[in-house]
């Protein structure tokens, strides 16, 4: 079997972000010769939540699985056809009976079979499942080798070091496990003893002229003020598209792991 290429694409915020996706993710994907995309879509739409239709743009851009987190729900309307959409993923540690799934199995190019898996941290966040007992009982369920290829895990979370432990409780077991949710990019892409790449945080595709992808002044006014204000919207300028991009070996382990940047304010970086 070949090296598996793939891309993580950090949280997709607003239209700026899902311009800066359309305009760049194409050509990454030849340049690349990306076997795999997965995109974090939790606020693609007007920086809350996502859509069908948007989670449609997403996938014709080259997108394969979208992930989310904690504002998966923001867009009510989704509750009643995520489960029409096997590549639209929620995070795994919702309570069982919540719509949608957080696990998902898919086809790579050469037949073999990818896991990307969805969890969302706790310190900081919902109380929500324990996403350690959850990886776990991943890992157990799908080994790396034979038909699965490949598994990709998106840790939603605000704790950096919430996030790390999880990516070391996988070392050797995953091929990549990327953070997301903070909305801007780390300087960890490294690839762990046991040959799990990782990368604490993807950062987003977005504006960066901003406060995480919303507009500044009303941002800067709620803390300033301390109270209720203008509601937050995504800021408007280009975009740049942050993510992670990953070699793995035929036994599914991670050969090679390094951050993407393109277009927008931050400096552009490639493999």
């Known amino acids: 079997m070949a090296v598996v290429k793939v891309l993580f694409l950090g949280d997709v915020v607003g239209r700026s972000g899902r311009e800066a996706v359309q305009k760049h993710l194409p050509g990454l994907r030849k340049s690349l010769g990306l076997d795999f995309v997965v995109a974090n879509g939790e606020n693609a739409a007007g920086g809350f939540g996502i859509t069908d239709k948007i989670a449609s743009e997403l996938y014709a851009a080259g997108v394969d699985c ?48 990818i896991v990307v898996a969805n969890f969302m941290t706790r310190l900081f966040m919902d109380p929500l499942d324990d996403p350690f007992a959850g990886l776990e009982a991943l890992l157990a369920h799908h080994r790396l080798g034979g038909r699965t290829a490949a598994i990709l895990v998106d840790l939603h979370g605000e704790a950096t070091s919430e996030k790390m432990a999880l990516g070391h409780l996988a070392d050797g077991r995953a091929s990549l496990i990327v953070g997301s949710h903070s909305h801007v990019p780390t300087a960890d892409a490294q690839v762990f003893p046991g040959g799990t790449g990782y990368q604490t945080d993807a950062g987003m595709c977005g504006d960066y002229d901003s406060v995480i992808g919303m507009k500044k002044e009303p941002a800067i006014q709620r803390f300033v003020r301390k109270m209720p204000g203008e509601r937050l919207t995504p800021a408007e300028g280009e975009g740049t598209l942050c993510a992670v991009y990953a070699e793995l070996l035929p036994t599914g382990l991670c050969a090679r792991v390094a951050p993407v940047r393109q277009g927008g304010r931050l400096a552009p970086a490639m493999p």
Request: aromatic share 6%; no cysteine; glycine share 12%.
């Open 66 to 113: 979208i992930t989310t987190g904690n504002h998966v729900w923001d867009q009510r309307e989704l509750m009643l056809t995520i489960d029409r959409d096997p590549k639209l993923l929620r995070p795994a540690n919702f309570p069982k009976g919540t719509p949608g799934k957080g696990i998902g199995v898919y086809k790579l190019p050469s037949g073999a079979e």
